[in-house]
């Protein structure tokens, strides 16, 4: 059973996952058959970590996140998720990892979650440990989805499950990045498909 008092942080967290998909991302990890940790690529404040983490306390596990911290393309000034107090004034660059420390902080979820301040890419080189979920939730760009792929799908143990956010198979919905990785991992013949929920692909792999 999913933990109800992470569930309830997550629900109430300031972040871009809707609740239903949140949901869905957090019972798509309790469930996964494979033992091992559930990773996160791009967490911004922590809502959908706390998600995952509410998934990663009753299956005795950890949630490992990967964010630079410095935002994605949409979160810089001028663009449409552009929040100006996210803004560090010494260097002029955004910083959301004093407000992700706090979400996790306030949720009691320090336990169960282990942040990672680095790039993603930089990060796969050097992971070693086969993952029971793989969630990938960066930057939108192609070059960086496909980074993002290429780095984590094979440290995703047989059996895990990789989630995609943002997934849109119409142009009109938003970025086709997210939706032409999803196909991506699909065409291999590695993945089959689990039921989503709203923008978010389930894909379990089978060898």
Request: hydrophobic share 45%; no cysteine.
């Amino acid at each position: 059973m999913l933990d109800s008092a992470l569930l309830k942080a997550a629900e109430d967290a300031s972040g871009f996952m809707p609740a239903d998909e949140g949901r869905a991302l957090a019972e798509a990890a309790l469930a996964v058959t494979v033992d091992g940790p559930l990773l996160e690529v791009g967490s911004y404040l922590g809502k959908s970590t706390l998600y995952l983490a509410a998934a990663a306390r009753p299956r005795g596990t950890t949630v490992v996140t990967v964010d630079h911290h410095r935002g994605s393309e949409e979160h810089q000034a001028g663009w449409e998720y552009h929040d100006p107090t996210l803004v560090d004034p010494a260097i002029g660059l955004i910083d959301t990892l004093p407000g992700f420390r706090r979400t996790i902080a306030a949720a009691g979820a320090e336990d169960v979650v282990t942040a990672v301040v680095a790039r993603s890419e930089h990060f796969a080189r050097i992971w070693t440990t086969p993952l029971a979920f793989l969630f990938l939730d960066g930057s939108h760009t192609d070059e960086s989805a496909q980074r993002d792929l290429a780095g984590w799908a094979p440290h995703l143990a047989v059996g895990g499950v990789l989630a995609i956010h943002d997934v849109f198979p119409d142009p009109n919905d938003g970025g086709q990045a997210p939706y032409r990785i999803y196909r991506q991992a699909l065409a291999t013949g590695s993945y089959s498909e689990l039921a989503g929920q709203g923008s978010l692909r389930l894909l379990r792999r089978d060898h």
